[in-house]
């Protein structure tokens, strides 16, 4: 089965300021993907950045950064020169298999930007 | 873009009442939905997998007498709550696999928050 952790249930950050949102993963497929969504109070699920298992790269969406360690399981999101509006919760997902399938969501992390 | 649309956004309803919630995929066919349920601050859970023209498939614990979901068509799953109880109140959201592939990611409807009193 997979799992999927983030271990910070709050993080603060200053505008301006870049900051690492921790997830690690554990599958034993070896075809999975990663994703990272953004959650507003509004409920809505934002789609921010994705990284697929074999992708040689990190993935890279604007101010959004995916930094994958393969070995050490581990997929954080970096968001650089954060605004007011990027408070929100933030999810990582994976999905498994050749169609990844259903997504397993981590915990969250609420993540508050001050001015 | 793929865009799923979920109705209603929110609803109350009385204890021992059905809700009806739809997805329906706008501008793609969705084979394939996923109906998950989230408490406030809390992660999303998957209740159940739907597929176009079979039974859905539902996660362990998760009632199928109480959840029926419905994926009649290519661009309409329902989730329908029956008879309603307040532990049942909750934030439903469904999600598609994404059309364009996964460097789009998974789409998600806008999500129905439910009151039962």
């Known amino acids: 089965a997979q799992k999927i952790t983030q271990t910070q249930p709050g993080m603060f950050v200053q505008e301006k300021e870049a900051v690492t949102l921790d997830c690690t993963y554990d599958?034993?497929?070896?075809?999975?993907?990663l994703f990272w969504y953004k959650q507003p109070s509004s409920g809505e699920m934002i789609f921010l950045i994705y990284q697929g298992s074999y992708d040689q790269q990190n993935a890279t969406e604007g101010r959004y950064s995916l930094n994958f360690q393969k070995a050490r399981k581990s997929a954080n999101l970096v968001i650089s020169a954060s605004q007011l509006g990027d408070s929100a919760m933030y999810f990582c997902?994976?999905?498994?298999?050749?169609?990844?399938?259903?997504?397993?969501f981590g915990q969250g992390t609420i993540l508050t930007v001050h001015p | 873009g793929a865009v799923v649309s979920q109705h209603p956004s929110r609803v109350i309803c009385k204890s021992g009442t059905s809700v009806k919630i739809e997805c329906r995929s706008l501008?793609?066919?969705?084979?394939?939905m996923f109906w998950y349920r989230q408490f406030p601050k809390q992660s999303l859970m998957l209740m159940a997998t739907?597929?176009?023209?079979?039974?859905?498939?539902?996660e362990q614990g998760v009632e199928k007498d109480k959840f029926l979901i419905n994926h009649a068509s290519l661009t309409l799953s329902t989730l329908t709550v029956t008879s309603a109880h307040p532990e049942d109140s909750s934030f439903y959201i469904c999600s598609a696999w994404p059309a364009a592939g996964p460097n789009y990611g998974y789409t998600f409807g806008s999500g129905t928050r439910l009151t039962v009193v």
């Open positions: 997902a994976m999905g498994v298999g050749t169609s990844y399938g259903k997504l397993t």
């Open positions: 739907s597929n176009e023209g079979s039974k859905a498939t539902y």
């Open positions: 599958t034993s497929d070896p075809s999975y993907g």
């Open positions: 501008d793609f066919q969705a084979t394939t």
